[in-house]
């Protein structure tokens, strides 16, 4: 990793709001994923990674992590190392969301006060949506709770999970979406810019001729 790193790169990341407390080598995620199908998994190196305190490696130790011998403690410790939104959504799409306690872990880091580990809460059901095929209606409803409540955070990088968390279930099928319009409407009413802005972008979104076509189509072809 140290012989891909390319300086030039740090820069562009911070403008997109990547500016980790780790050390960036400046590596472009498609090399990082090149690299980590070359290795395939190991979770013992994965570790090693997370451990270099480098950006990149820790993007890179989700991608070959394997999540069923990931424990809790272990998650506990890699979200706590969390400082850029883009190693959250890497790391919780590549592996956190495949762990056999990842539902009840997003309830609770709803609750936490940290940026980027409440970020992790909302990151986490979006990868849900798009994952788990087999989970109910039931249990996506089942954070609406903690959606409306998080609506009010101000913060960037949690109120942008917050909304795509909401955008997301409401395009996995027609009751979701019916069901997350709903909530949006009611978050839109909350005296909170941040609210207003989630549901606006959601309704905006979930209303799209395009998004109804998709759901149309998906429950047809069932």
Not at 147 to 152: E, N, R, V
Not at 167 to 172: A, E, M, V, Y
Not at 183 to 208: F, G, N, P, Y
Request: include cysteine; aromatic fraction near 8%; hydrophobic fraction near 35%.
């Amino acid at each position: 990793m140290e012989s891909m790193a390319n300086p030039k790169n740090v820069d562009g990341m911070a403008r997109f709001g990547i500016r980790p407390k780790t050390r960036v080598l400046g590596i472009p995620i498609p090399e990082t994923r090149k690299l980590a199908k070359q290795i395939g998994k190991n979770h013992e190196l994965s570790r090693r990674l997370w451990d270099s305190k480098i950006h990149e490696a820790r993007i890179l130790a989700g991608y070959i992590a394997e999540p069923e011998k990931i424990t809790e403690k272990q998650f506990e410790k890699w979200i706590k190392g969390f400082d850029s939104w883009d190693v959250v959504d890497q790391v919780c799409s590549a592996c956190l969301d495949k762990t056999n306690f990842v539902y009840k872990k997003i309830f609770e880091l709803a609750k936490r006060k940290e940026e980027f580990v409440k970020r992790t809460a909302f990151t986490l059901i979006c990868c849900l949506t798009m994952h788990d095929k087999e989970m109910p209606d039931t249990k996506f409803l089942k954070f609406f709770l903690i959606i409306k409540k998080a609506s009010t955070d101000e913060r960037n990088f949690v109120k942008k999970a917050v909304n795509w968390a909401l955008r997301q279930i409401g395009k996995r099928n027609k009751n979701l979406n019916k069901e997350a319009i709903k909530l949006a409407r009611e978050i839109q009413k909350i005296e909170s810019k941040s609210a207003r802005w989630i549901a606006h972008d959601a309704i905006r979104e979930l209303t799209s001729e395009n998004v109804q076509k998709r759901i149309n189509k998906r429950k047809n072809n069932r």
